[in-house]
């Protein structure tokens, strides 16, 4: 992996952590370059606002549901193989998803523009219609009733509190 990479990469885990600390309106480019200790410019450069940054987090996560919706369609896995990959998409993709937690319990949302909320919105779309897959079909019967949007709610709050089992 080329240093530009390693670099690029660096800063998006670091921005993940960050974000879910400070928050989106808190979230100041010179601060965060101190906490990576590297210079702000450098952020600039890759990212050029915190919207980019965020930007670039949030795409990571879109494509992998995104090619995960497309392989699951194309290749109609069993329902055993679906629920592990629902799991290990949460586990590899944790902070992400702790990131979207952490925006939703600060009311941050309204403060995102129109781009990056309207793809925070079709990635948690597609999460969504992903967490309906990996369910049997008595569940998903069961969740057809009105009640999927609550389950899935329950699905966070089962999260925040313990983390999913792995295995």
């Not at 410019?41 to 879109?62: A, E, H, M, P």
């Not at 290749?75 to 949460?90: A, D, G, T, W, Y």
């Not at 319990?105 to 919105?121: G, M, Q, T, V």
Request: proline share 1%; charged share 25%; aromatic share 18%.
């Amino acid at each position: 992996m080329s240093k530009f990479l390693k670099q690029q990469n660096q800063i998006i885990d670091g921005a993940e952590k960050f974000f879910i600390e400070k928050g989106f309106l808190k979230f100041q480019i010179l601060e965060f370059s101190n906490y990576l200790n590297i210079e702000a410019k450098i952020i600039n450069d890759f990212f050029i606002t915190k919207g980019g940054l965020l930007l670039s987090i949030l795409s990571q996560l879109y494509v992998d549901l995104f090619a995960l919706d497309c392989s699951w369609k194309e290749n109609n896995p069993s329902l055993n193989l679906k629920r592990e990959i629902f799991k290990q998409v949460n586990f590899s993709h944790a902070r992400k998803i702790d990131l979207f937690i952490s925006f939703f319990e600060r009311k941050e949302l309204s403060h995102l523009d129109a781009y990056l909320l309207k793809l925070f919105c079709k990635t948690m779309g597609l999460h969504f219609k992903i967490f309906l897959m990996q369910l049997s079909s008595e569940e998903y019967n069961c969740l057809k009733t009105g009640k999927a949007k609550y389950f899935y709610f329950i699905f966070f709050e089962k999260y925040k509190t313990k983390r999913l089992e792995t295995g």
